[in-house]
């Protein structure tokens, strides 16, 4: 039947955009480290404003240790595409940067790139 047919096509159009990681997946990923002069706080303001509502924020009590989470909910289950570990050093800010195994259309890996290196310059 070509509904049915048209129907999977479309299911099959939509998964091929249903990519990334659940968090668990994300944190096996060796991470890139990165070290900036620029506080933690300033590099998490920078992140959220220029995001907006895009990134979710998790904030460690102990240990000074912030999560940005970057990713989509997809039917019903968020998938991460980045995930950046912030912690306040000496000096500035240590970041551990994971990467899923693709970009998403709302922040590519050059536009995360660029993110970084406005909001994190290396030290």
Do not use: F, W
């Amino acid at each position: 039947d070509m509904r049915a047919v048209a129907l999977l096509g479309g299911c099959a159009l939509l998964m091929a955009g249903c990519v990334g990681m659940t968090q668990t997946q994300i944190r096996q990923v060796q991470p890139e480290l990165r070290q900036t002069k620029a506080t933690a706080n300033a590099v998490l303001e920078c992140v959220q404003v220029s995001l907006n509502d895009l990134p979710k924020i998790t904030t460690y009590p102990s240990g000074g240790r912030t999560e940005i989470s970057i990713g989509l909910d997809q039917l019903g289950d968020y998938r991460v595409y980045y995930l950046i570990d912030l912690r306040a050093v000496e000096g500035g800010t240590a970041l551990a940067v994971r990467r899923a195994n693709s970009g998403i259309r709302q922040l590519s890996e050059k536009e995360l790139d660029a993110l970084l290196d406005r909001c994190a310059p290396r030290a």
